[in-house]
């Protein structure tokens, strides 16, 4: 199993940047797919969760993102992304994707994302 982040980058203070995730090496559906990211000097924290059943999609966010950041699935299975918005300086961080499935949960490599101000 395998799960790759991509969209990182160097980004103007109020830009926009749109993160992918995909994750191979299964026909497994997830159970959950996630971002989480981690600054220089600090703890990896978390930021979007998506959950989706057959009838609903659940997301959840961290309070600070909440309005700025947005989770969304992809139509290929095992895909996500993060709309982030309105970015920060103290959004500069890496970015990971983080998929739960029934045998374990896995992590991507991470993709920088810099935002200067």
């Known amino acids: 199993v395998q799960v790759v982040e991509s969209g990182g980058g160097l980004v103007q203070a109020g830009g926009s940047r749109r993160l992918s995730c995909a994750a191979s090496?299964?026909?497994?559906?997830?159970?959950?797919m996630g971002w989480y990211r981690q600054a220089p000097g600090k703890q990896r924290e978390f930021l979007a969760r998506?959950?989706?059943?057959?009838?609903?999609?659940?997301?959840y966010y961290k309070e600070s993102v909440k309005g700025r950041f947005t989770i969304s699935k992809g139509n290929a299975e095992n895909t996500m992304y993060l709309q982030m918005n309105g970015l920060k300086p103290e959004d500069t961080a890496v970015y990971y994707c983080?998929?739960?499935?029934?045998?374990?949960?896995?992590w991507g490599q991470g993709t920088q994302v810099t935002v200067s101000g």
């Open positions: 090496g299964t026909t497994a559906s997830s159970l959950a």
């Open positions: 983080k998929v739960n499935w029934v045998f374990g949960n896995y």
């Open positions: 998506i959950d989706s059943d057959d009838d609903n999609t659940y997301t």
